[in-house]
């Protein structure tokens, strides 16, 4: 992995167990190439901070990848949107997957959490909006508990 994080999207309001309330955002690492040849990949994290200067961070989490969208006849319809059916971007949108140090994970080399947002009526669920090996587009609801769950950190 390369050895910092950058910023993805930022961030939401959360209540930490000591009651404190920080905010919560995403981050994202690009693995090394390995071998040299092959391109990047790229891995997310959460994490959460003080929303005043100097804007300590409390907690991350640790790194984990977003799945690609479901495929047509996979899913009911009616519940999921499925991926797009568009020969030009089903290659590159199914076959790329997430691959670091030989192991494969079921998920894209590449996806980018661009957006995240407090559901409208539930401030209790965030909307996450990310970008599947730069061919797609996804939104996903995830309840803010989950996303706290994943954070270790000073509790």
């Given at each position: ?64 990848c977003l799945g690609f969208a479901p495929t047509r006849?996979?899913v009911d319809e009616d519940e999921e949107a499925s ?73």
């Open positions: 992995l390369v050895e910092r994080d950058s910023g993805s999207a930022c961030c939401v309001p959360i209540r930490w167990s000591d009651g404190r309330r920080l905010l919560l955002g995403f981050s994202h690492r690009k693995t090394r190439p390995y071998p040299k040849r092959t391109q990047y990949s790229y891995v997310s994290r959460v994490y959460a901070f003080e929303p005043t200067p100097p804007f300590n961070i409390a907690a991350r989490s640790g790194f984990f006849g996979g991926q797009s059916d568009n020969e030009q971007v089903w290659g590159a949108a199914n076959e790329y997957e997430l691959k670091i140090m030989g192991t494969k994970f079921d998920c894209p080399r590449i996806h980018f959490v661009s957006g995240i947002a407090e559901k409208v009526g539930d401030e209790d669920t965030v909307i996450v909006s990310y970008g599947v090996n730069d061919c797609y587009p996804r939104m996903v609801e995830v309840s803010k508990d989950f996303l706290v769950s994943l954070l270790k950190g000073r509790r």
